[in-house]
């Protein structure tokens, strides 16, 4: 009786118990009430993490993330990183030096602070596989999805490379788009923990 009073379902259990609604009718709109509540919390829940931020970028809707459609065509691994990057699960100082203050998580190669974006999109330590991920895609991509990847801005680009899925840019070279993007991501991140020479 907890849920019924917590999901406010009591009407709808004394139309089942009266004949007015069928069980499996009922059944649905408890399933459905309950989804609908988890979600609105965790909605309003993830929003409090900070690790969570480039999540909150990215992720829009309640759906399985890009990342786990995407495992279908490129090794888990690669994917599963990606994951791990949404949910800040990187090494990367922002979240890892917590002795200091964010604007002080420097990168030890740029001296700016060091948080997933300044990896992916500007750090001089990881320039060579941002440059040959932007090539292999002018190279899986037609002319025209090319272009309109070009025209956006880096903070767009940031999240497209993360897995946003409204960029205007067809499904299927999306997901050979995805493939390259995840394979150079990861080196990056491997790239950018080991000491430098």
Same mark, same amino acid.
């Given at each position: 009786?907890?849920?019924?009073?917590? *999901?406010?379902?009591?009407? $709808?259990?004394?139309?089942?118990?009266?004949?007015?609604?069928?069980?499996?009718?009922?059944? *649905?709109?408890?399933?459905?009430?309950?989804?609908?509540?988890?979600?609105? #919390?965790? &909605?309003?829940?993830?929003?409090? @993490?900070?690790?969570?931020?480039?999540?909150?970028?990215?992720?829009?809707? *309640?759906?399985?993330?890009?990342?786990?459609?995407?495992?279908?065509?490129?090794?888990?691994?690669?994917?599963?990183?990606?994951?791990r990057?949404?949910?800040?699960?990187?090494?990367?100082?922002?979240?890892?030096?917590?002795n200091?203050?964010?604007?002080?998580?420097?990168?030890?190669?740029?001296?700016?602070?060091?948080?997933?974006?300044?990896?992916?999109?500007y750090? #001089?330590?990881?320039?060579?596989?941002?440059?040959?991920?932007?090539?292999?895609?002018?190279?899986?991509?037609?002319?025209?999805?090319?272009?309109?990847?070009?025209?956006?801005?880096?903070?767009?680009?940031?999240?497209?490379?993360?897995?946003?899925? $409204?960029?205007?840019?067809?499904?299927?070279?999306?997901?050979?788009?995805? $493939?390259? @993007?995840?394979? *150079?991501?990861?080196?990056? &991140?491997?790239?950018?923990?080991?000491?430098?020479?």
């Amino acid at each position: 009786m907890g849920l019924v009073e917590k *999901y406010n379902l009591n009407e $709808d259990l004394n139309c089942v118990m009266v004949g007015k609604m069928k069980y499996n009718e009922f059944k *649905y709109k408890c399933k459905n009430r309950i989804r609908n509540r988890i979600i609105c #919390s965790w &909605f309003q829940e993830k929003v409090k @993490f900070v690790r969570l931020t480039v999540f909150n970028q990215i992720v829009l809707r *309640y759906e399985p993330v890009i990342w786990w459609k995407q495992a279908s065509y490129t090794p888990i691994h690669y994917c599963q990183f990606m994951v791990r990057i949404l949910c800040g699960m990187v090494n990367v100082a922002v979240y890892t030096d917590h002795n200091k203050d964010r604007a002080n998580r420097k990168c030890m190669y740029c001296d700016t602070v060091e948080d997933v974006k300044h990896v992916i999109m500007y750090c #001089s330590r990881t320039k060579v596989y941002r440059d040959q991920m932007w090539l292999m895609a002018q190279c899986v991509l037609s002319e025209m999805s090319w272009q309109k990847l070009n025209t956006y801005s880096d903070i767009r680009k940031f999240n497209v490379l993360l897995g946003f899925t $409204d960029v205007g840019i067809a499904q299927s070279e999306l997901y050979i788009l995805r $493939d390259c @993007f995840c394979r *150079y991501i990861y080196q990056m &991140f491997q790239h950018q923990m080991t000491a430098p020479n």
